[in-house]
């Protein structure tokens, strides 16, 4: 599906293979000042996304030979899938934040790494049957995204200068530690990717950035970035999935009272009993879960009990080997 936003801005929605996503992922196709087009972020690397991608283009009248620039909004493959193939039929520089940089060039998913997050998965409590299908399902990963070789920093606080408006980029680091968002505040208009969406609430994912550890405490940062958008004036939400829509303070409200429902959840879990490892809590808060979303349910658990622990409501510790927490 291709719409024209206005501002000489074209949105096309581009499939992807899993529902969990929220619904095909929208590249945003931006009228440069000098000609041609920028593209904010840009889908995945599958067939159908390369066919949805063309006819959109095609249907505004464009080849991908008239992209100038590409921004990439997070290294998630469904948001950067495509564009090495479009960075090599445009030859347009890719612009990332830093901190999603390894994702995007593949070096997040060597052996190395995904060793680190299987030894980090296995102290959450996770089995190892378990682990081996996280690894097969982060390789399978490859064929839906090319990794790129050449990308550039895209810099919080810089201001990108389109024909008809000019967007700050905001860093809102949760759903991954780079993730950045465009803010048109002339018009009031935020390009939105994964950051803030109608009817799903984004994934605060696990990352560990290459450490044994994530020093990126995604639920926490998470949080702290909605409140910041939550000020923001903004009139209309372009987002990552499905329609733009406006309203954005009463959904980032009903999502931190979603999260504090879980969050409560958790420690009267805890308070039945103590110490439980994430793994431990992860079937309880989705009982229906299925073996190939363990990575994103204990995700979600690990979240949330790094918010408490940041309130100080919960402890953690470190009993053979596992990371376990319990009510204070």
């Known amino acids: ?24 992922a929208n590249v945003y196709v931006i009228e440069e000042e000098g000609g041609g087009v920028a593209m904010f972020d840009a889908g995945i690397g599958t067939r159908e996304g390369k066919e949805a ?39 347009a520089p890719v612009f990332v934040h830093v901190r999603d940089h390894d994702k995007v060039t593949g070096r997040d998913r060597t052996p190395k790494r995904l060793d680190l997050y299987a030894a980090y998965l296995s102290k959450l409590g996770a089995r190892p049957s378990l682990l081996e299908h996280v690894r097969v399902h982060f390789q399978d990963f490859r064929r839906m995204a090319r990794p790129l070789e050449q990308v550039e920093a895209l810099e919080p606080g810089r201001v990108l200068k389109f024909k008809h408006f000019s967007a700050e980029v905001l860093h809102l680091p949760g759903h991954t530690p780079g993730l950045v968002c ?20 984004p994934n605060p994912l696990l990352d560990l950035e290459g450490h044994d550890e994530p020093v990126h405490k995604a639920l926490v940062e998470y949080i ?45 879990l805890l308070r039945q009993r103590s110490p439980q490892s994430p793994a431990d ?9 299925r073996e190939h979303h363990l990575y994103l349910t204990l995700s979600e658990v690990m979240g949330n009990l790094e918010v408490l622990e940041a309130q100080r409501r919960v402890a953690r510790s470190e009993r053979a080997g596992r990371i376990v927490f319990e009510a204070v």
């Open 224 to 268: 702290r970035s909605a409140r910041r958008v939550r000020e923001l004036p903004v009139q209309l939400v372009a987002p990552g999935h499905a329609d733009p829509f406006s309203g954005h303070v009463e959904i980032i409200d009903r999502l931190l009272f979603f999260y504090e429902k879980r969050q409560s959840r958790l420690l009267e």
């Open 182 to 201: 465009l803010w048109d505040r002339e018009n009031q208009v935020l390009f939105s990717d994964d950051h803030l969406l109608e009817r799903v609430s």
């Open 281 to 289: 809590l992860a079937p309880q808060i989705f009982p229906n879960a």
């Open 1 to 24: 599906m291709t719409s024209t936003l206005g501002l000489g801005v074209t949105r096309i929605a581009v499939p992807v293979p899993f529902p969990e996503a929220g619904g095909p």
């Open 53 to 91: 991608l063309e006819h959109g283009f095609a249907k505004a009248g464009l080849s991908f030979g008239d992209v100038r620039r590409i921004f990439v909004s997070h290294g998630h493959l469904d948001h950067y899938g495509y564009a090495r193939a479009a960075q090599e039929a445009s030859g």
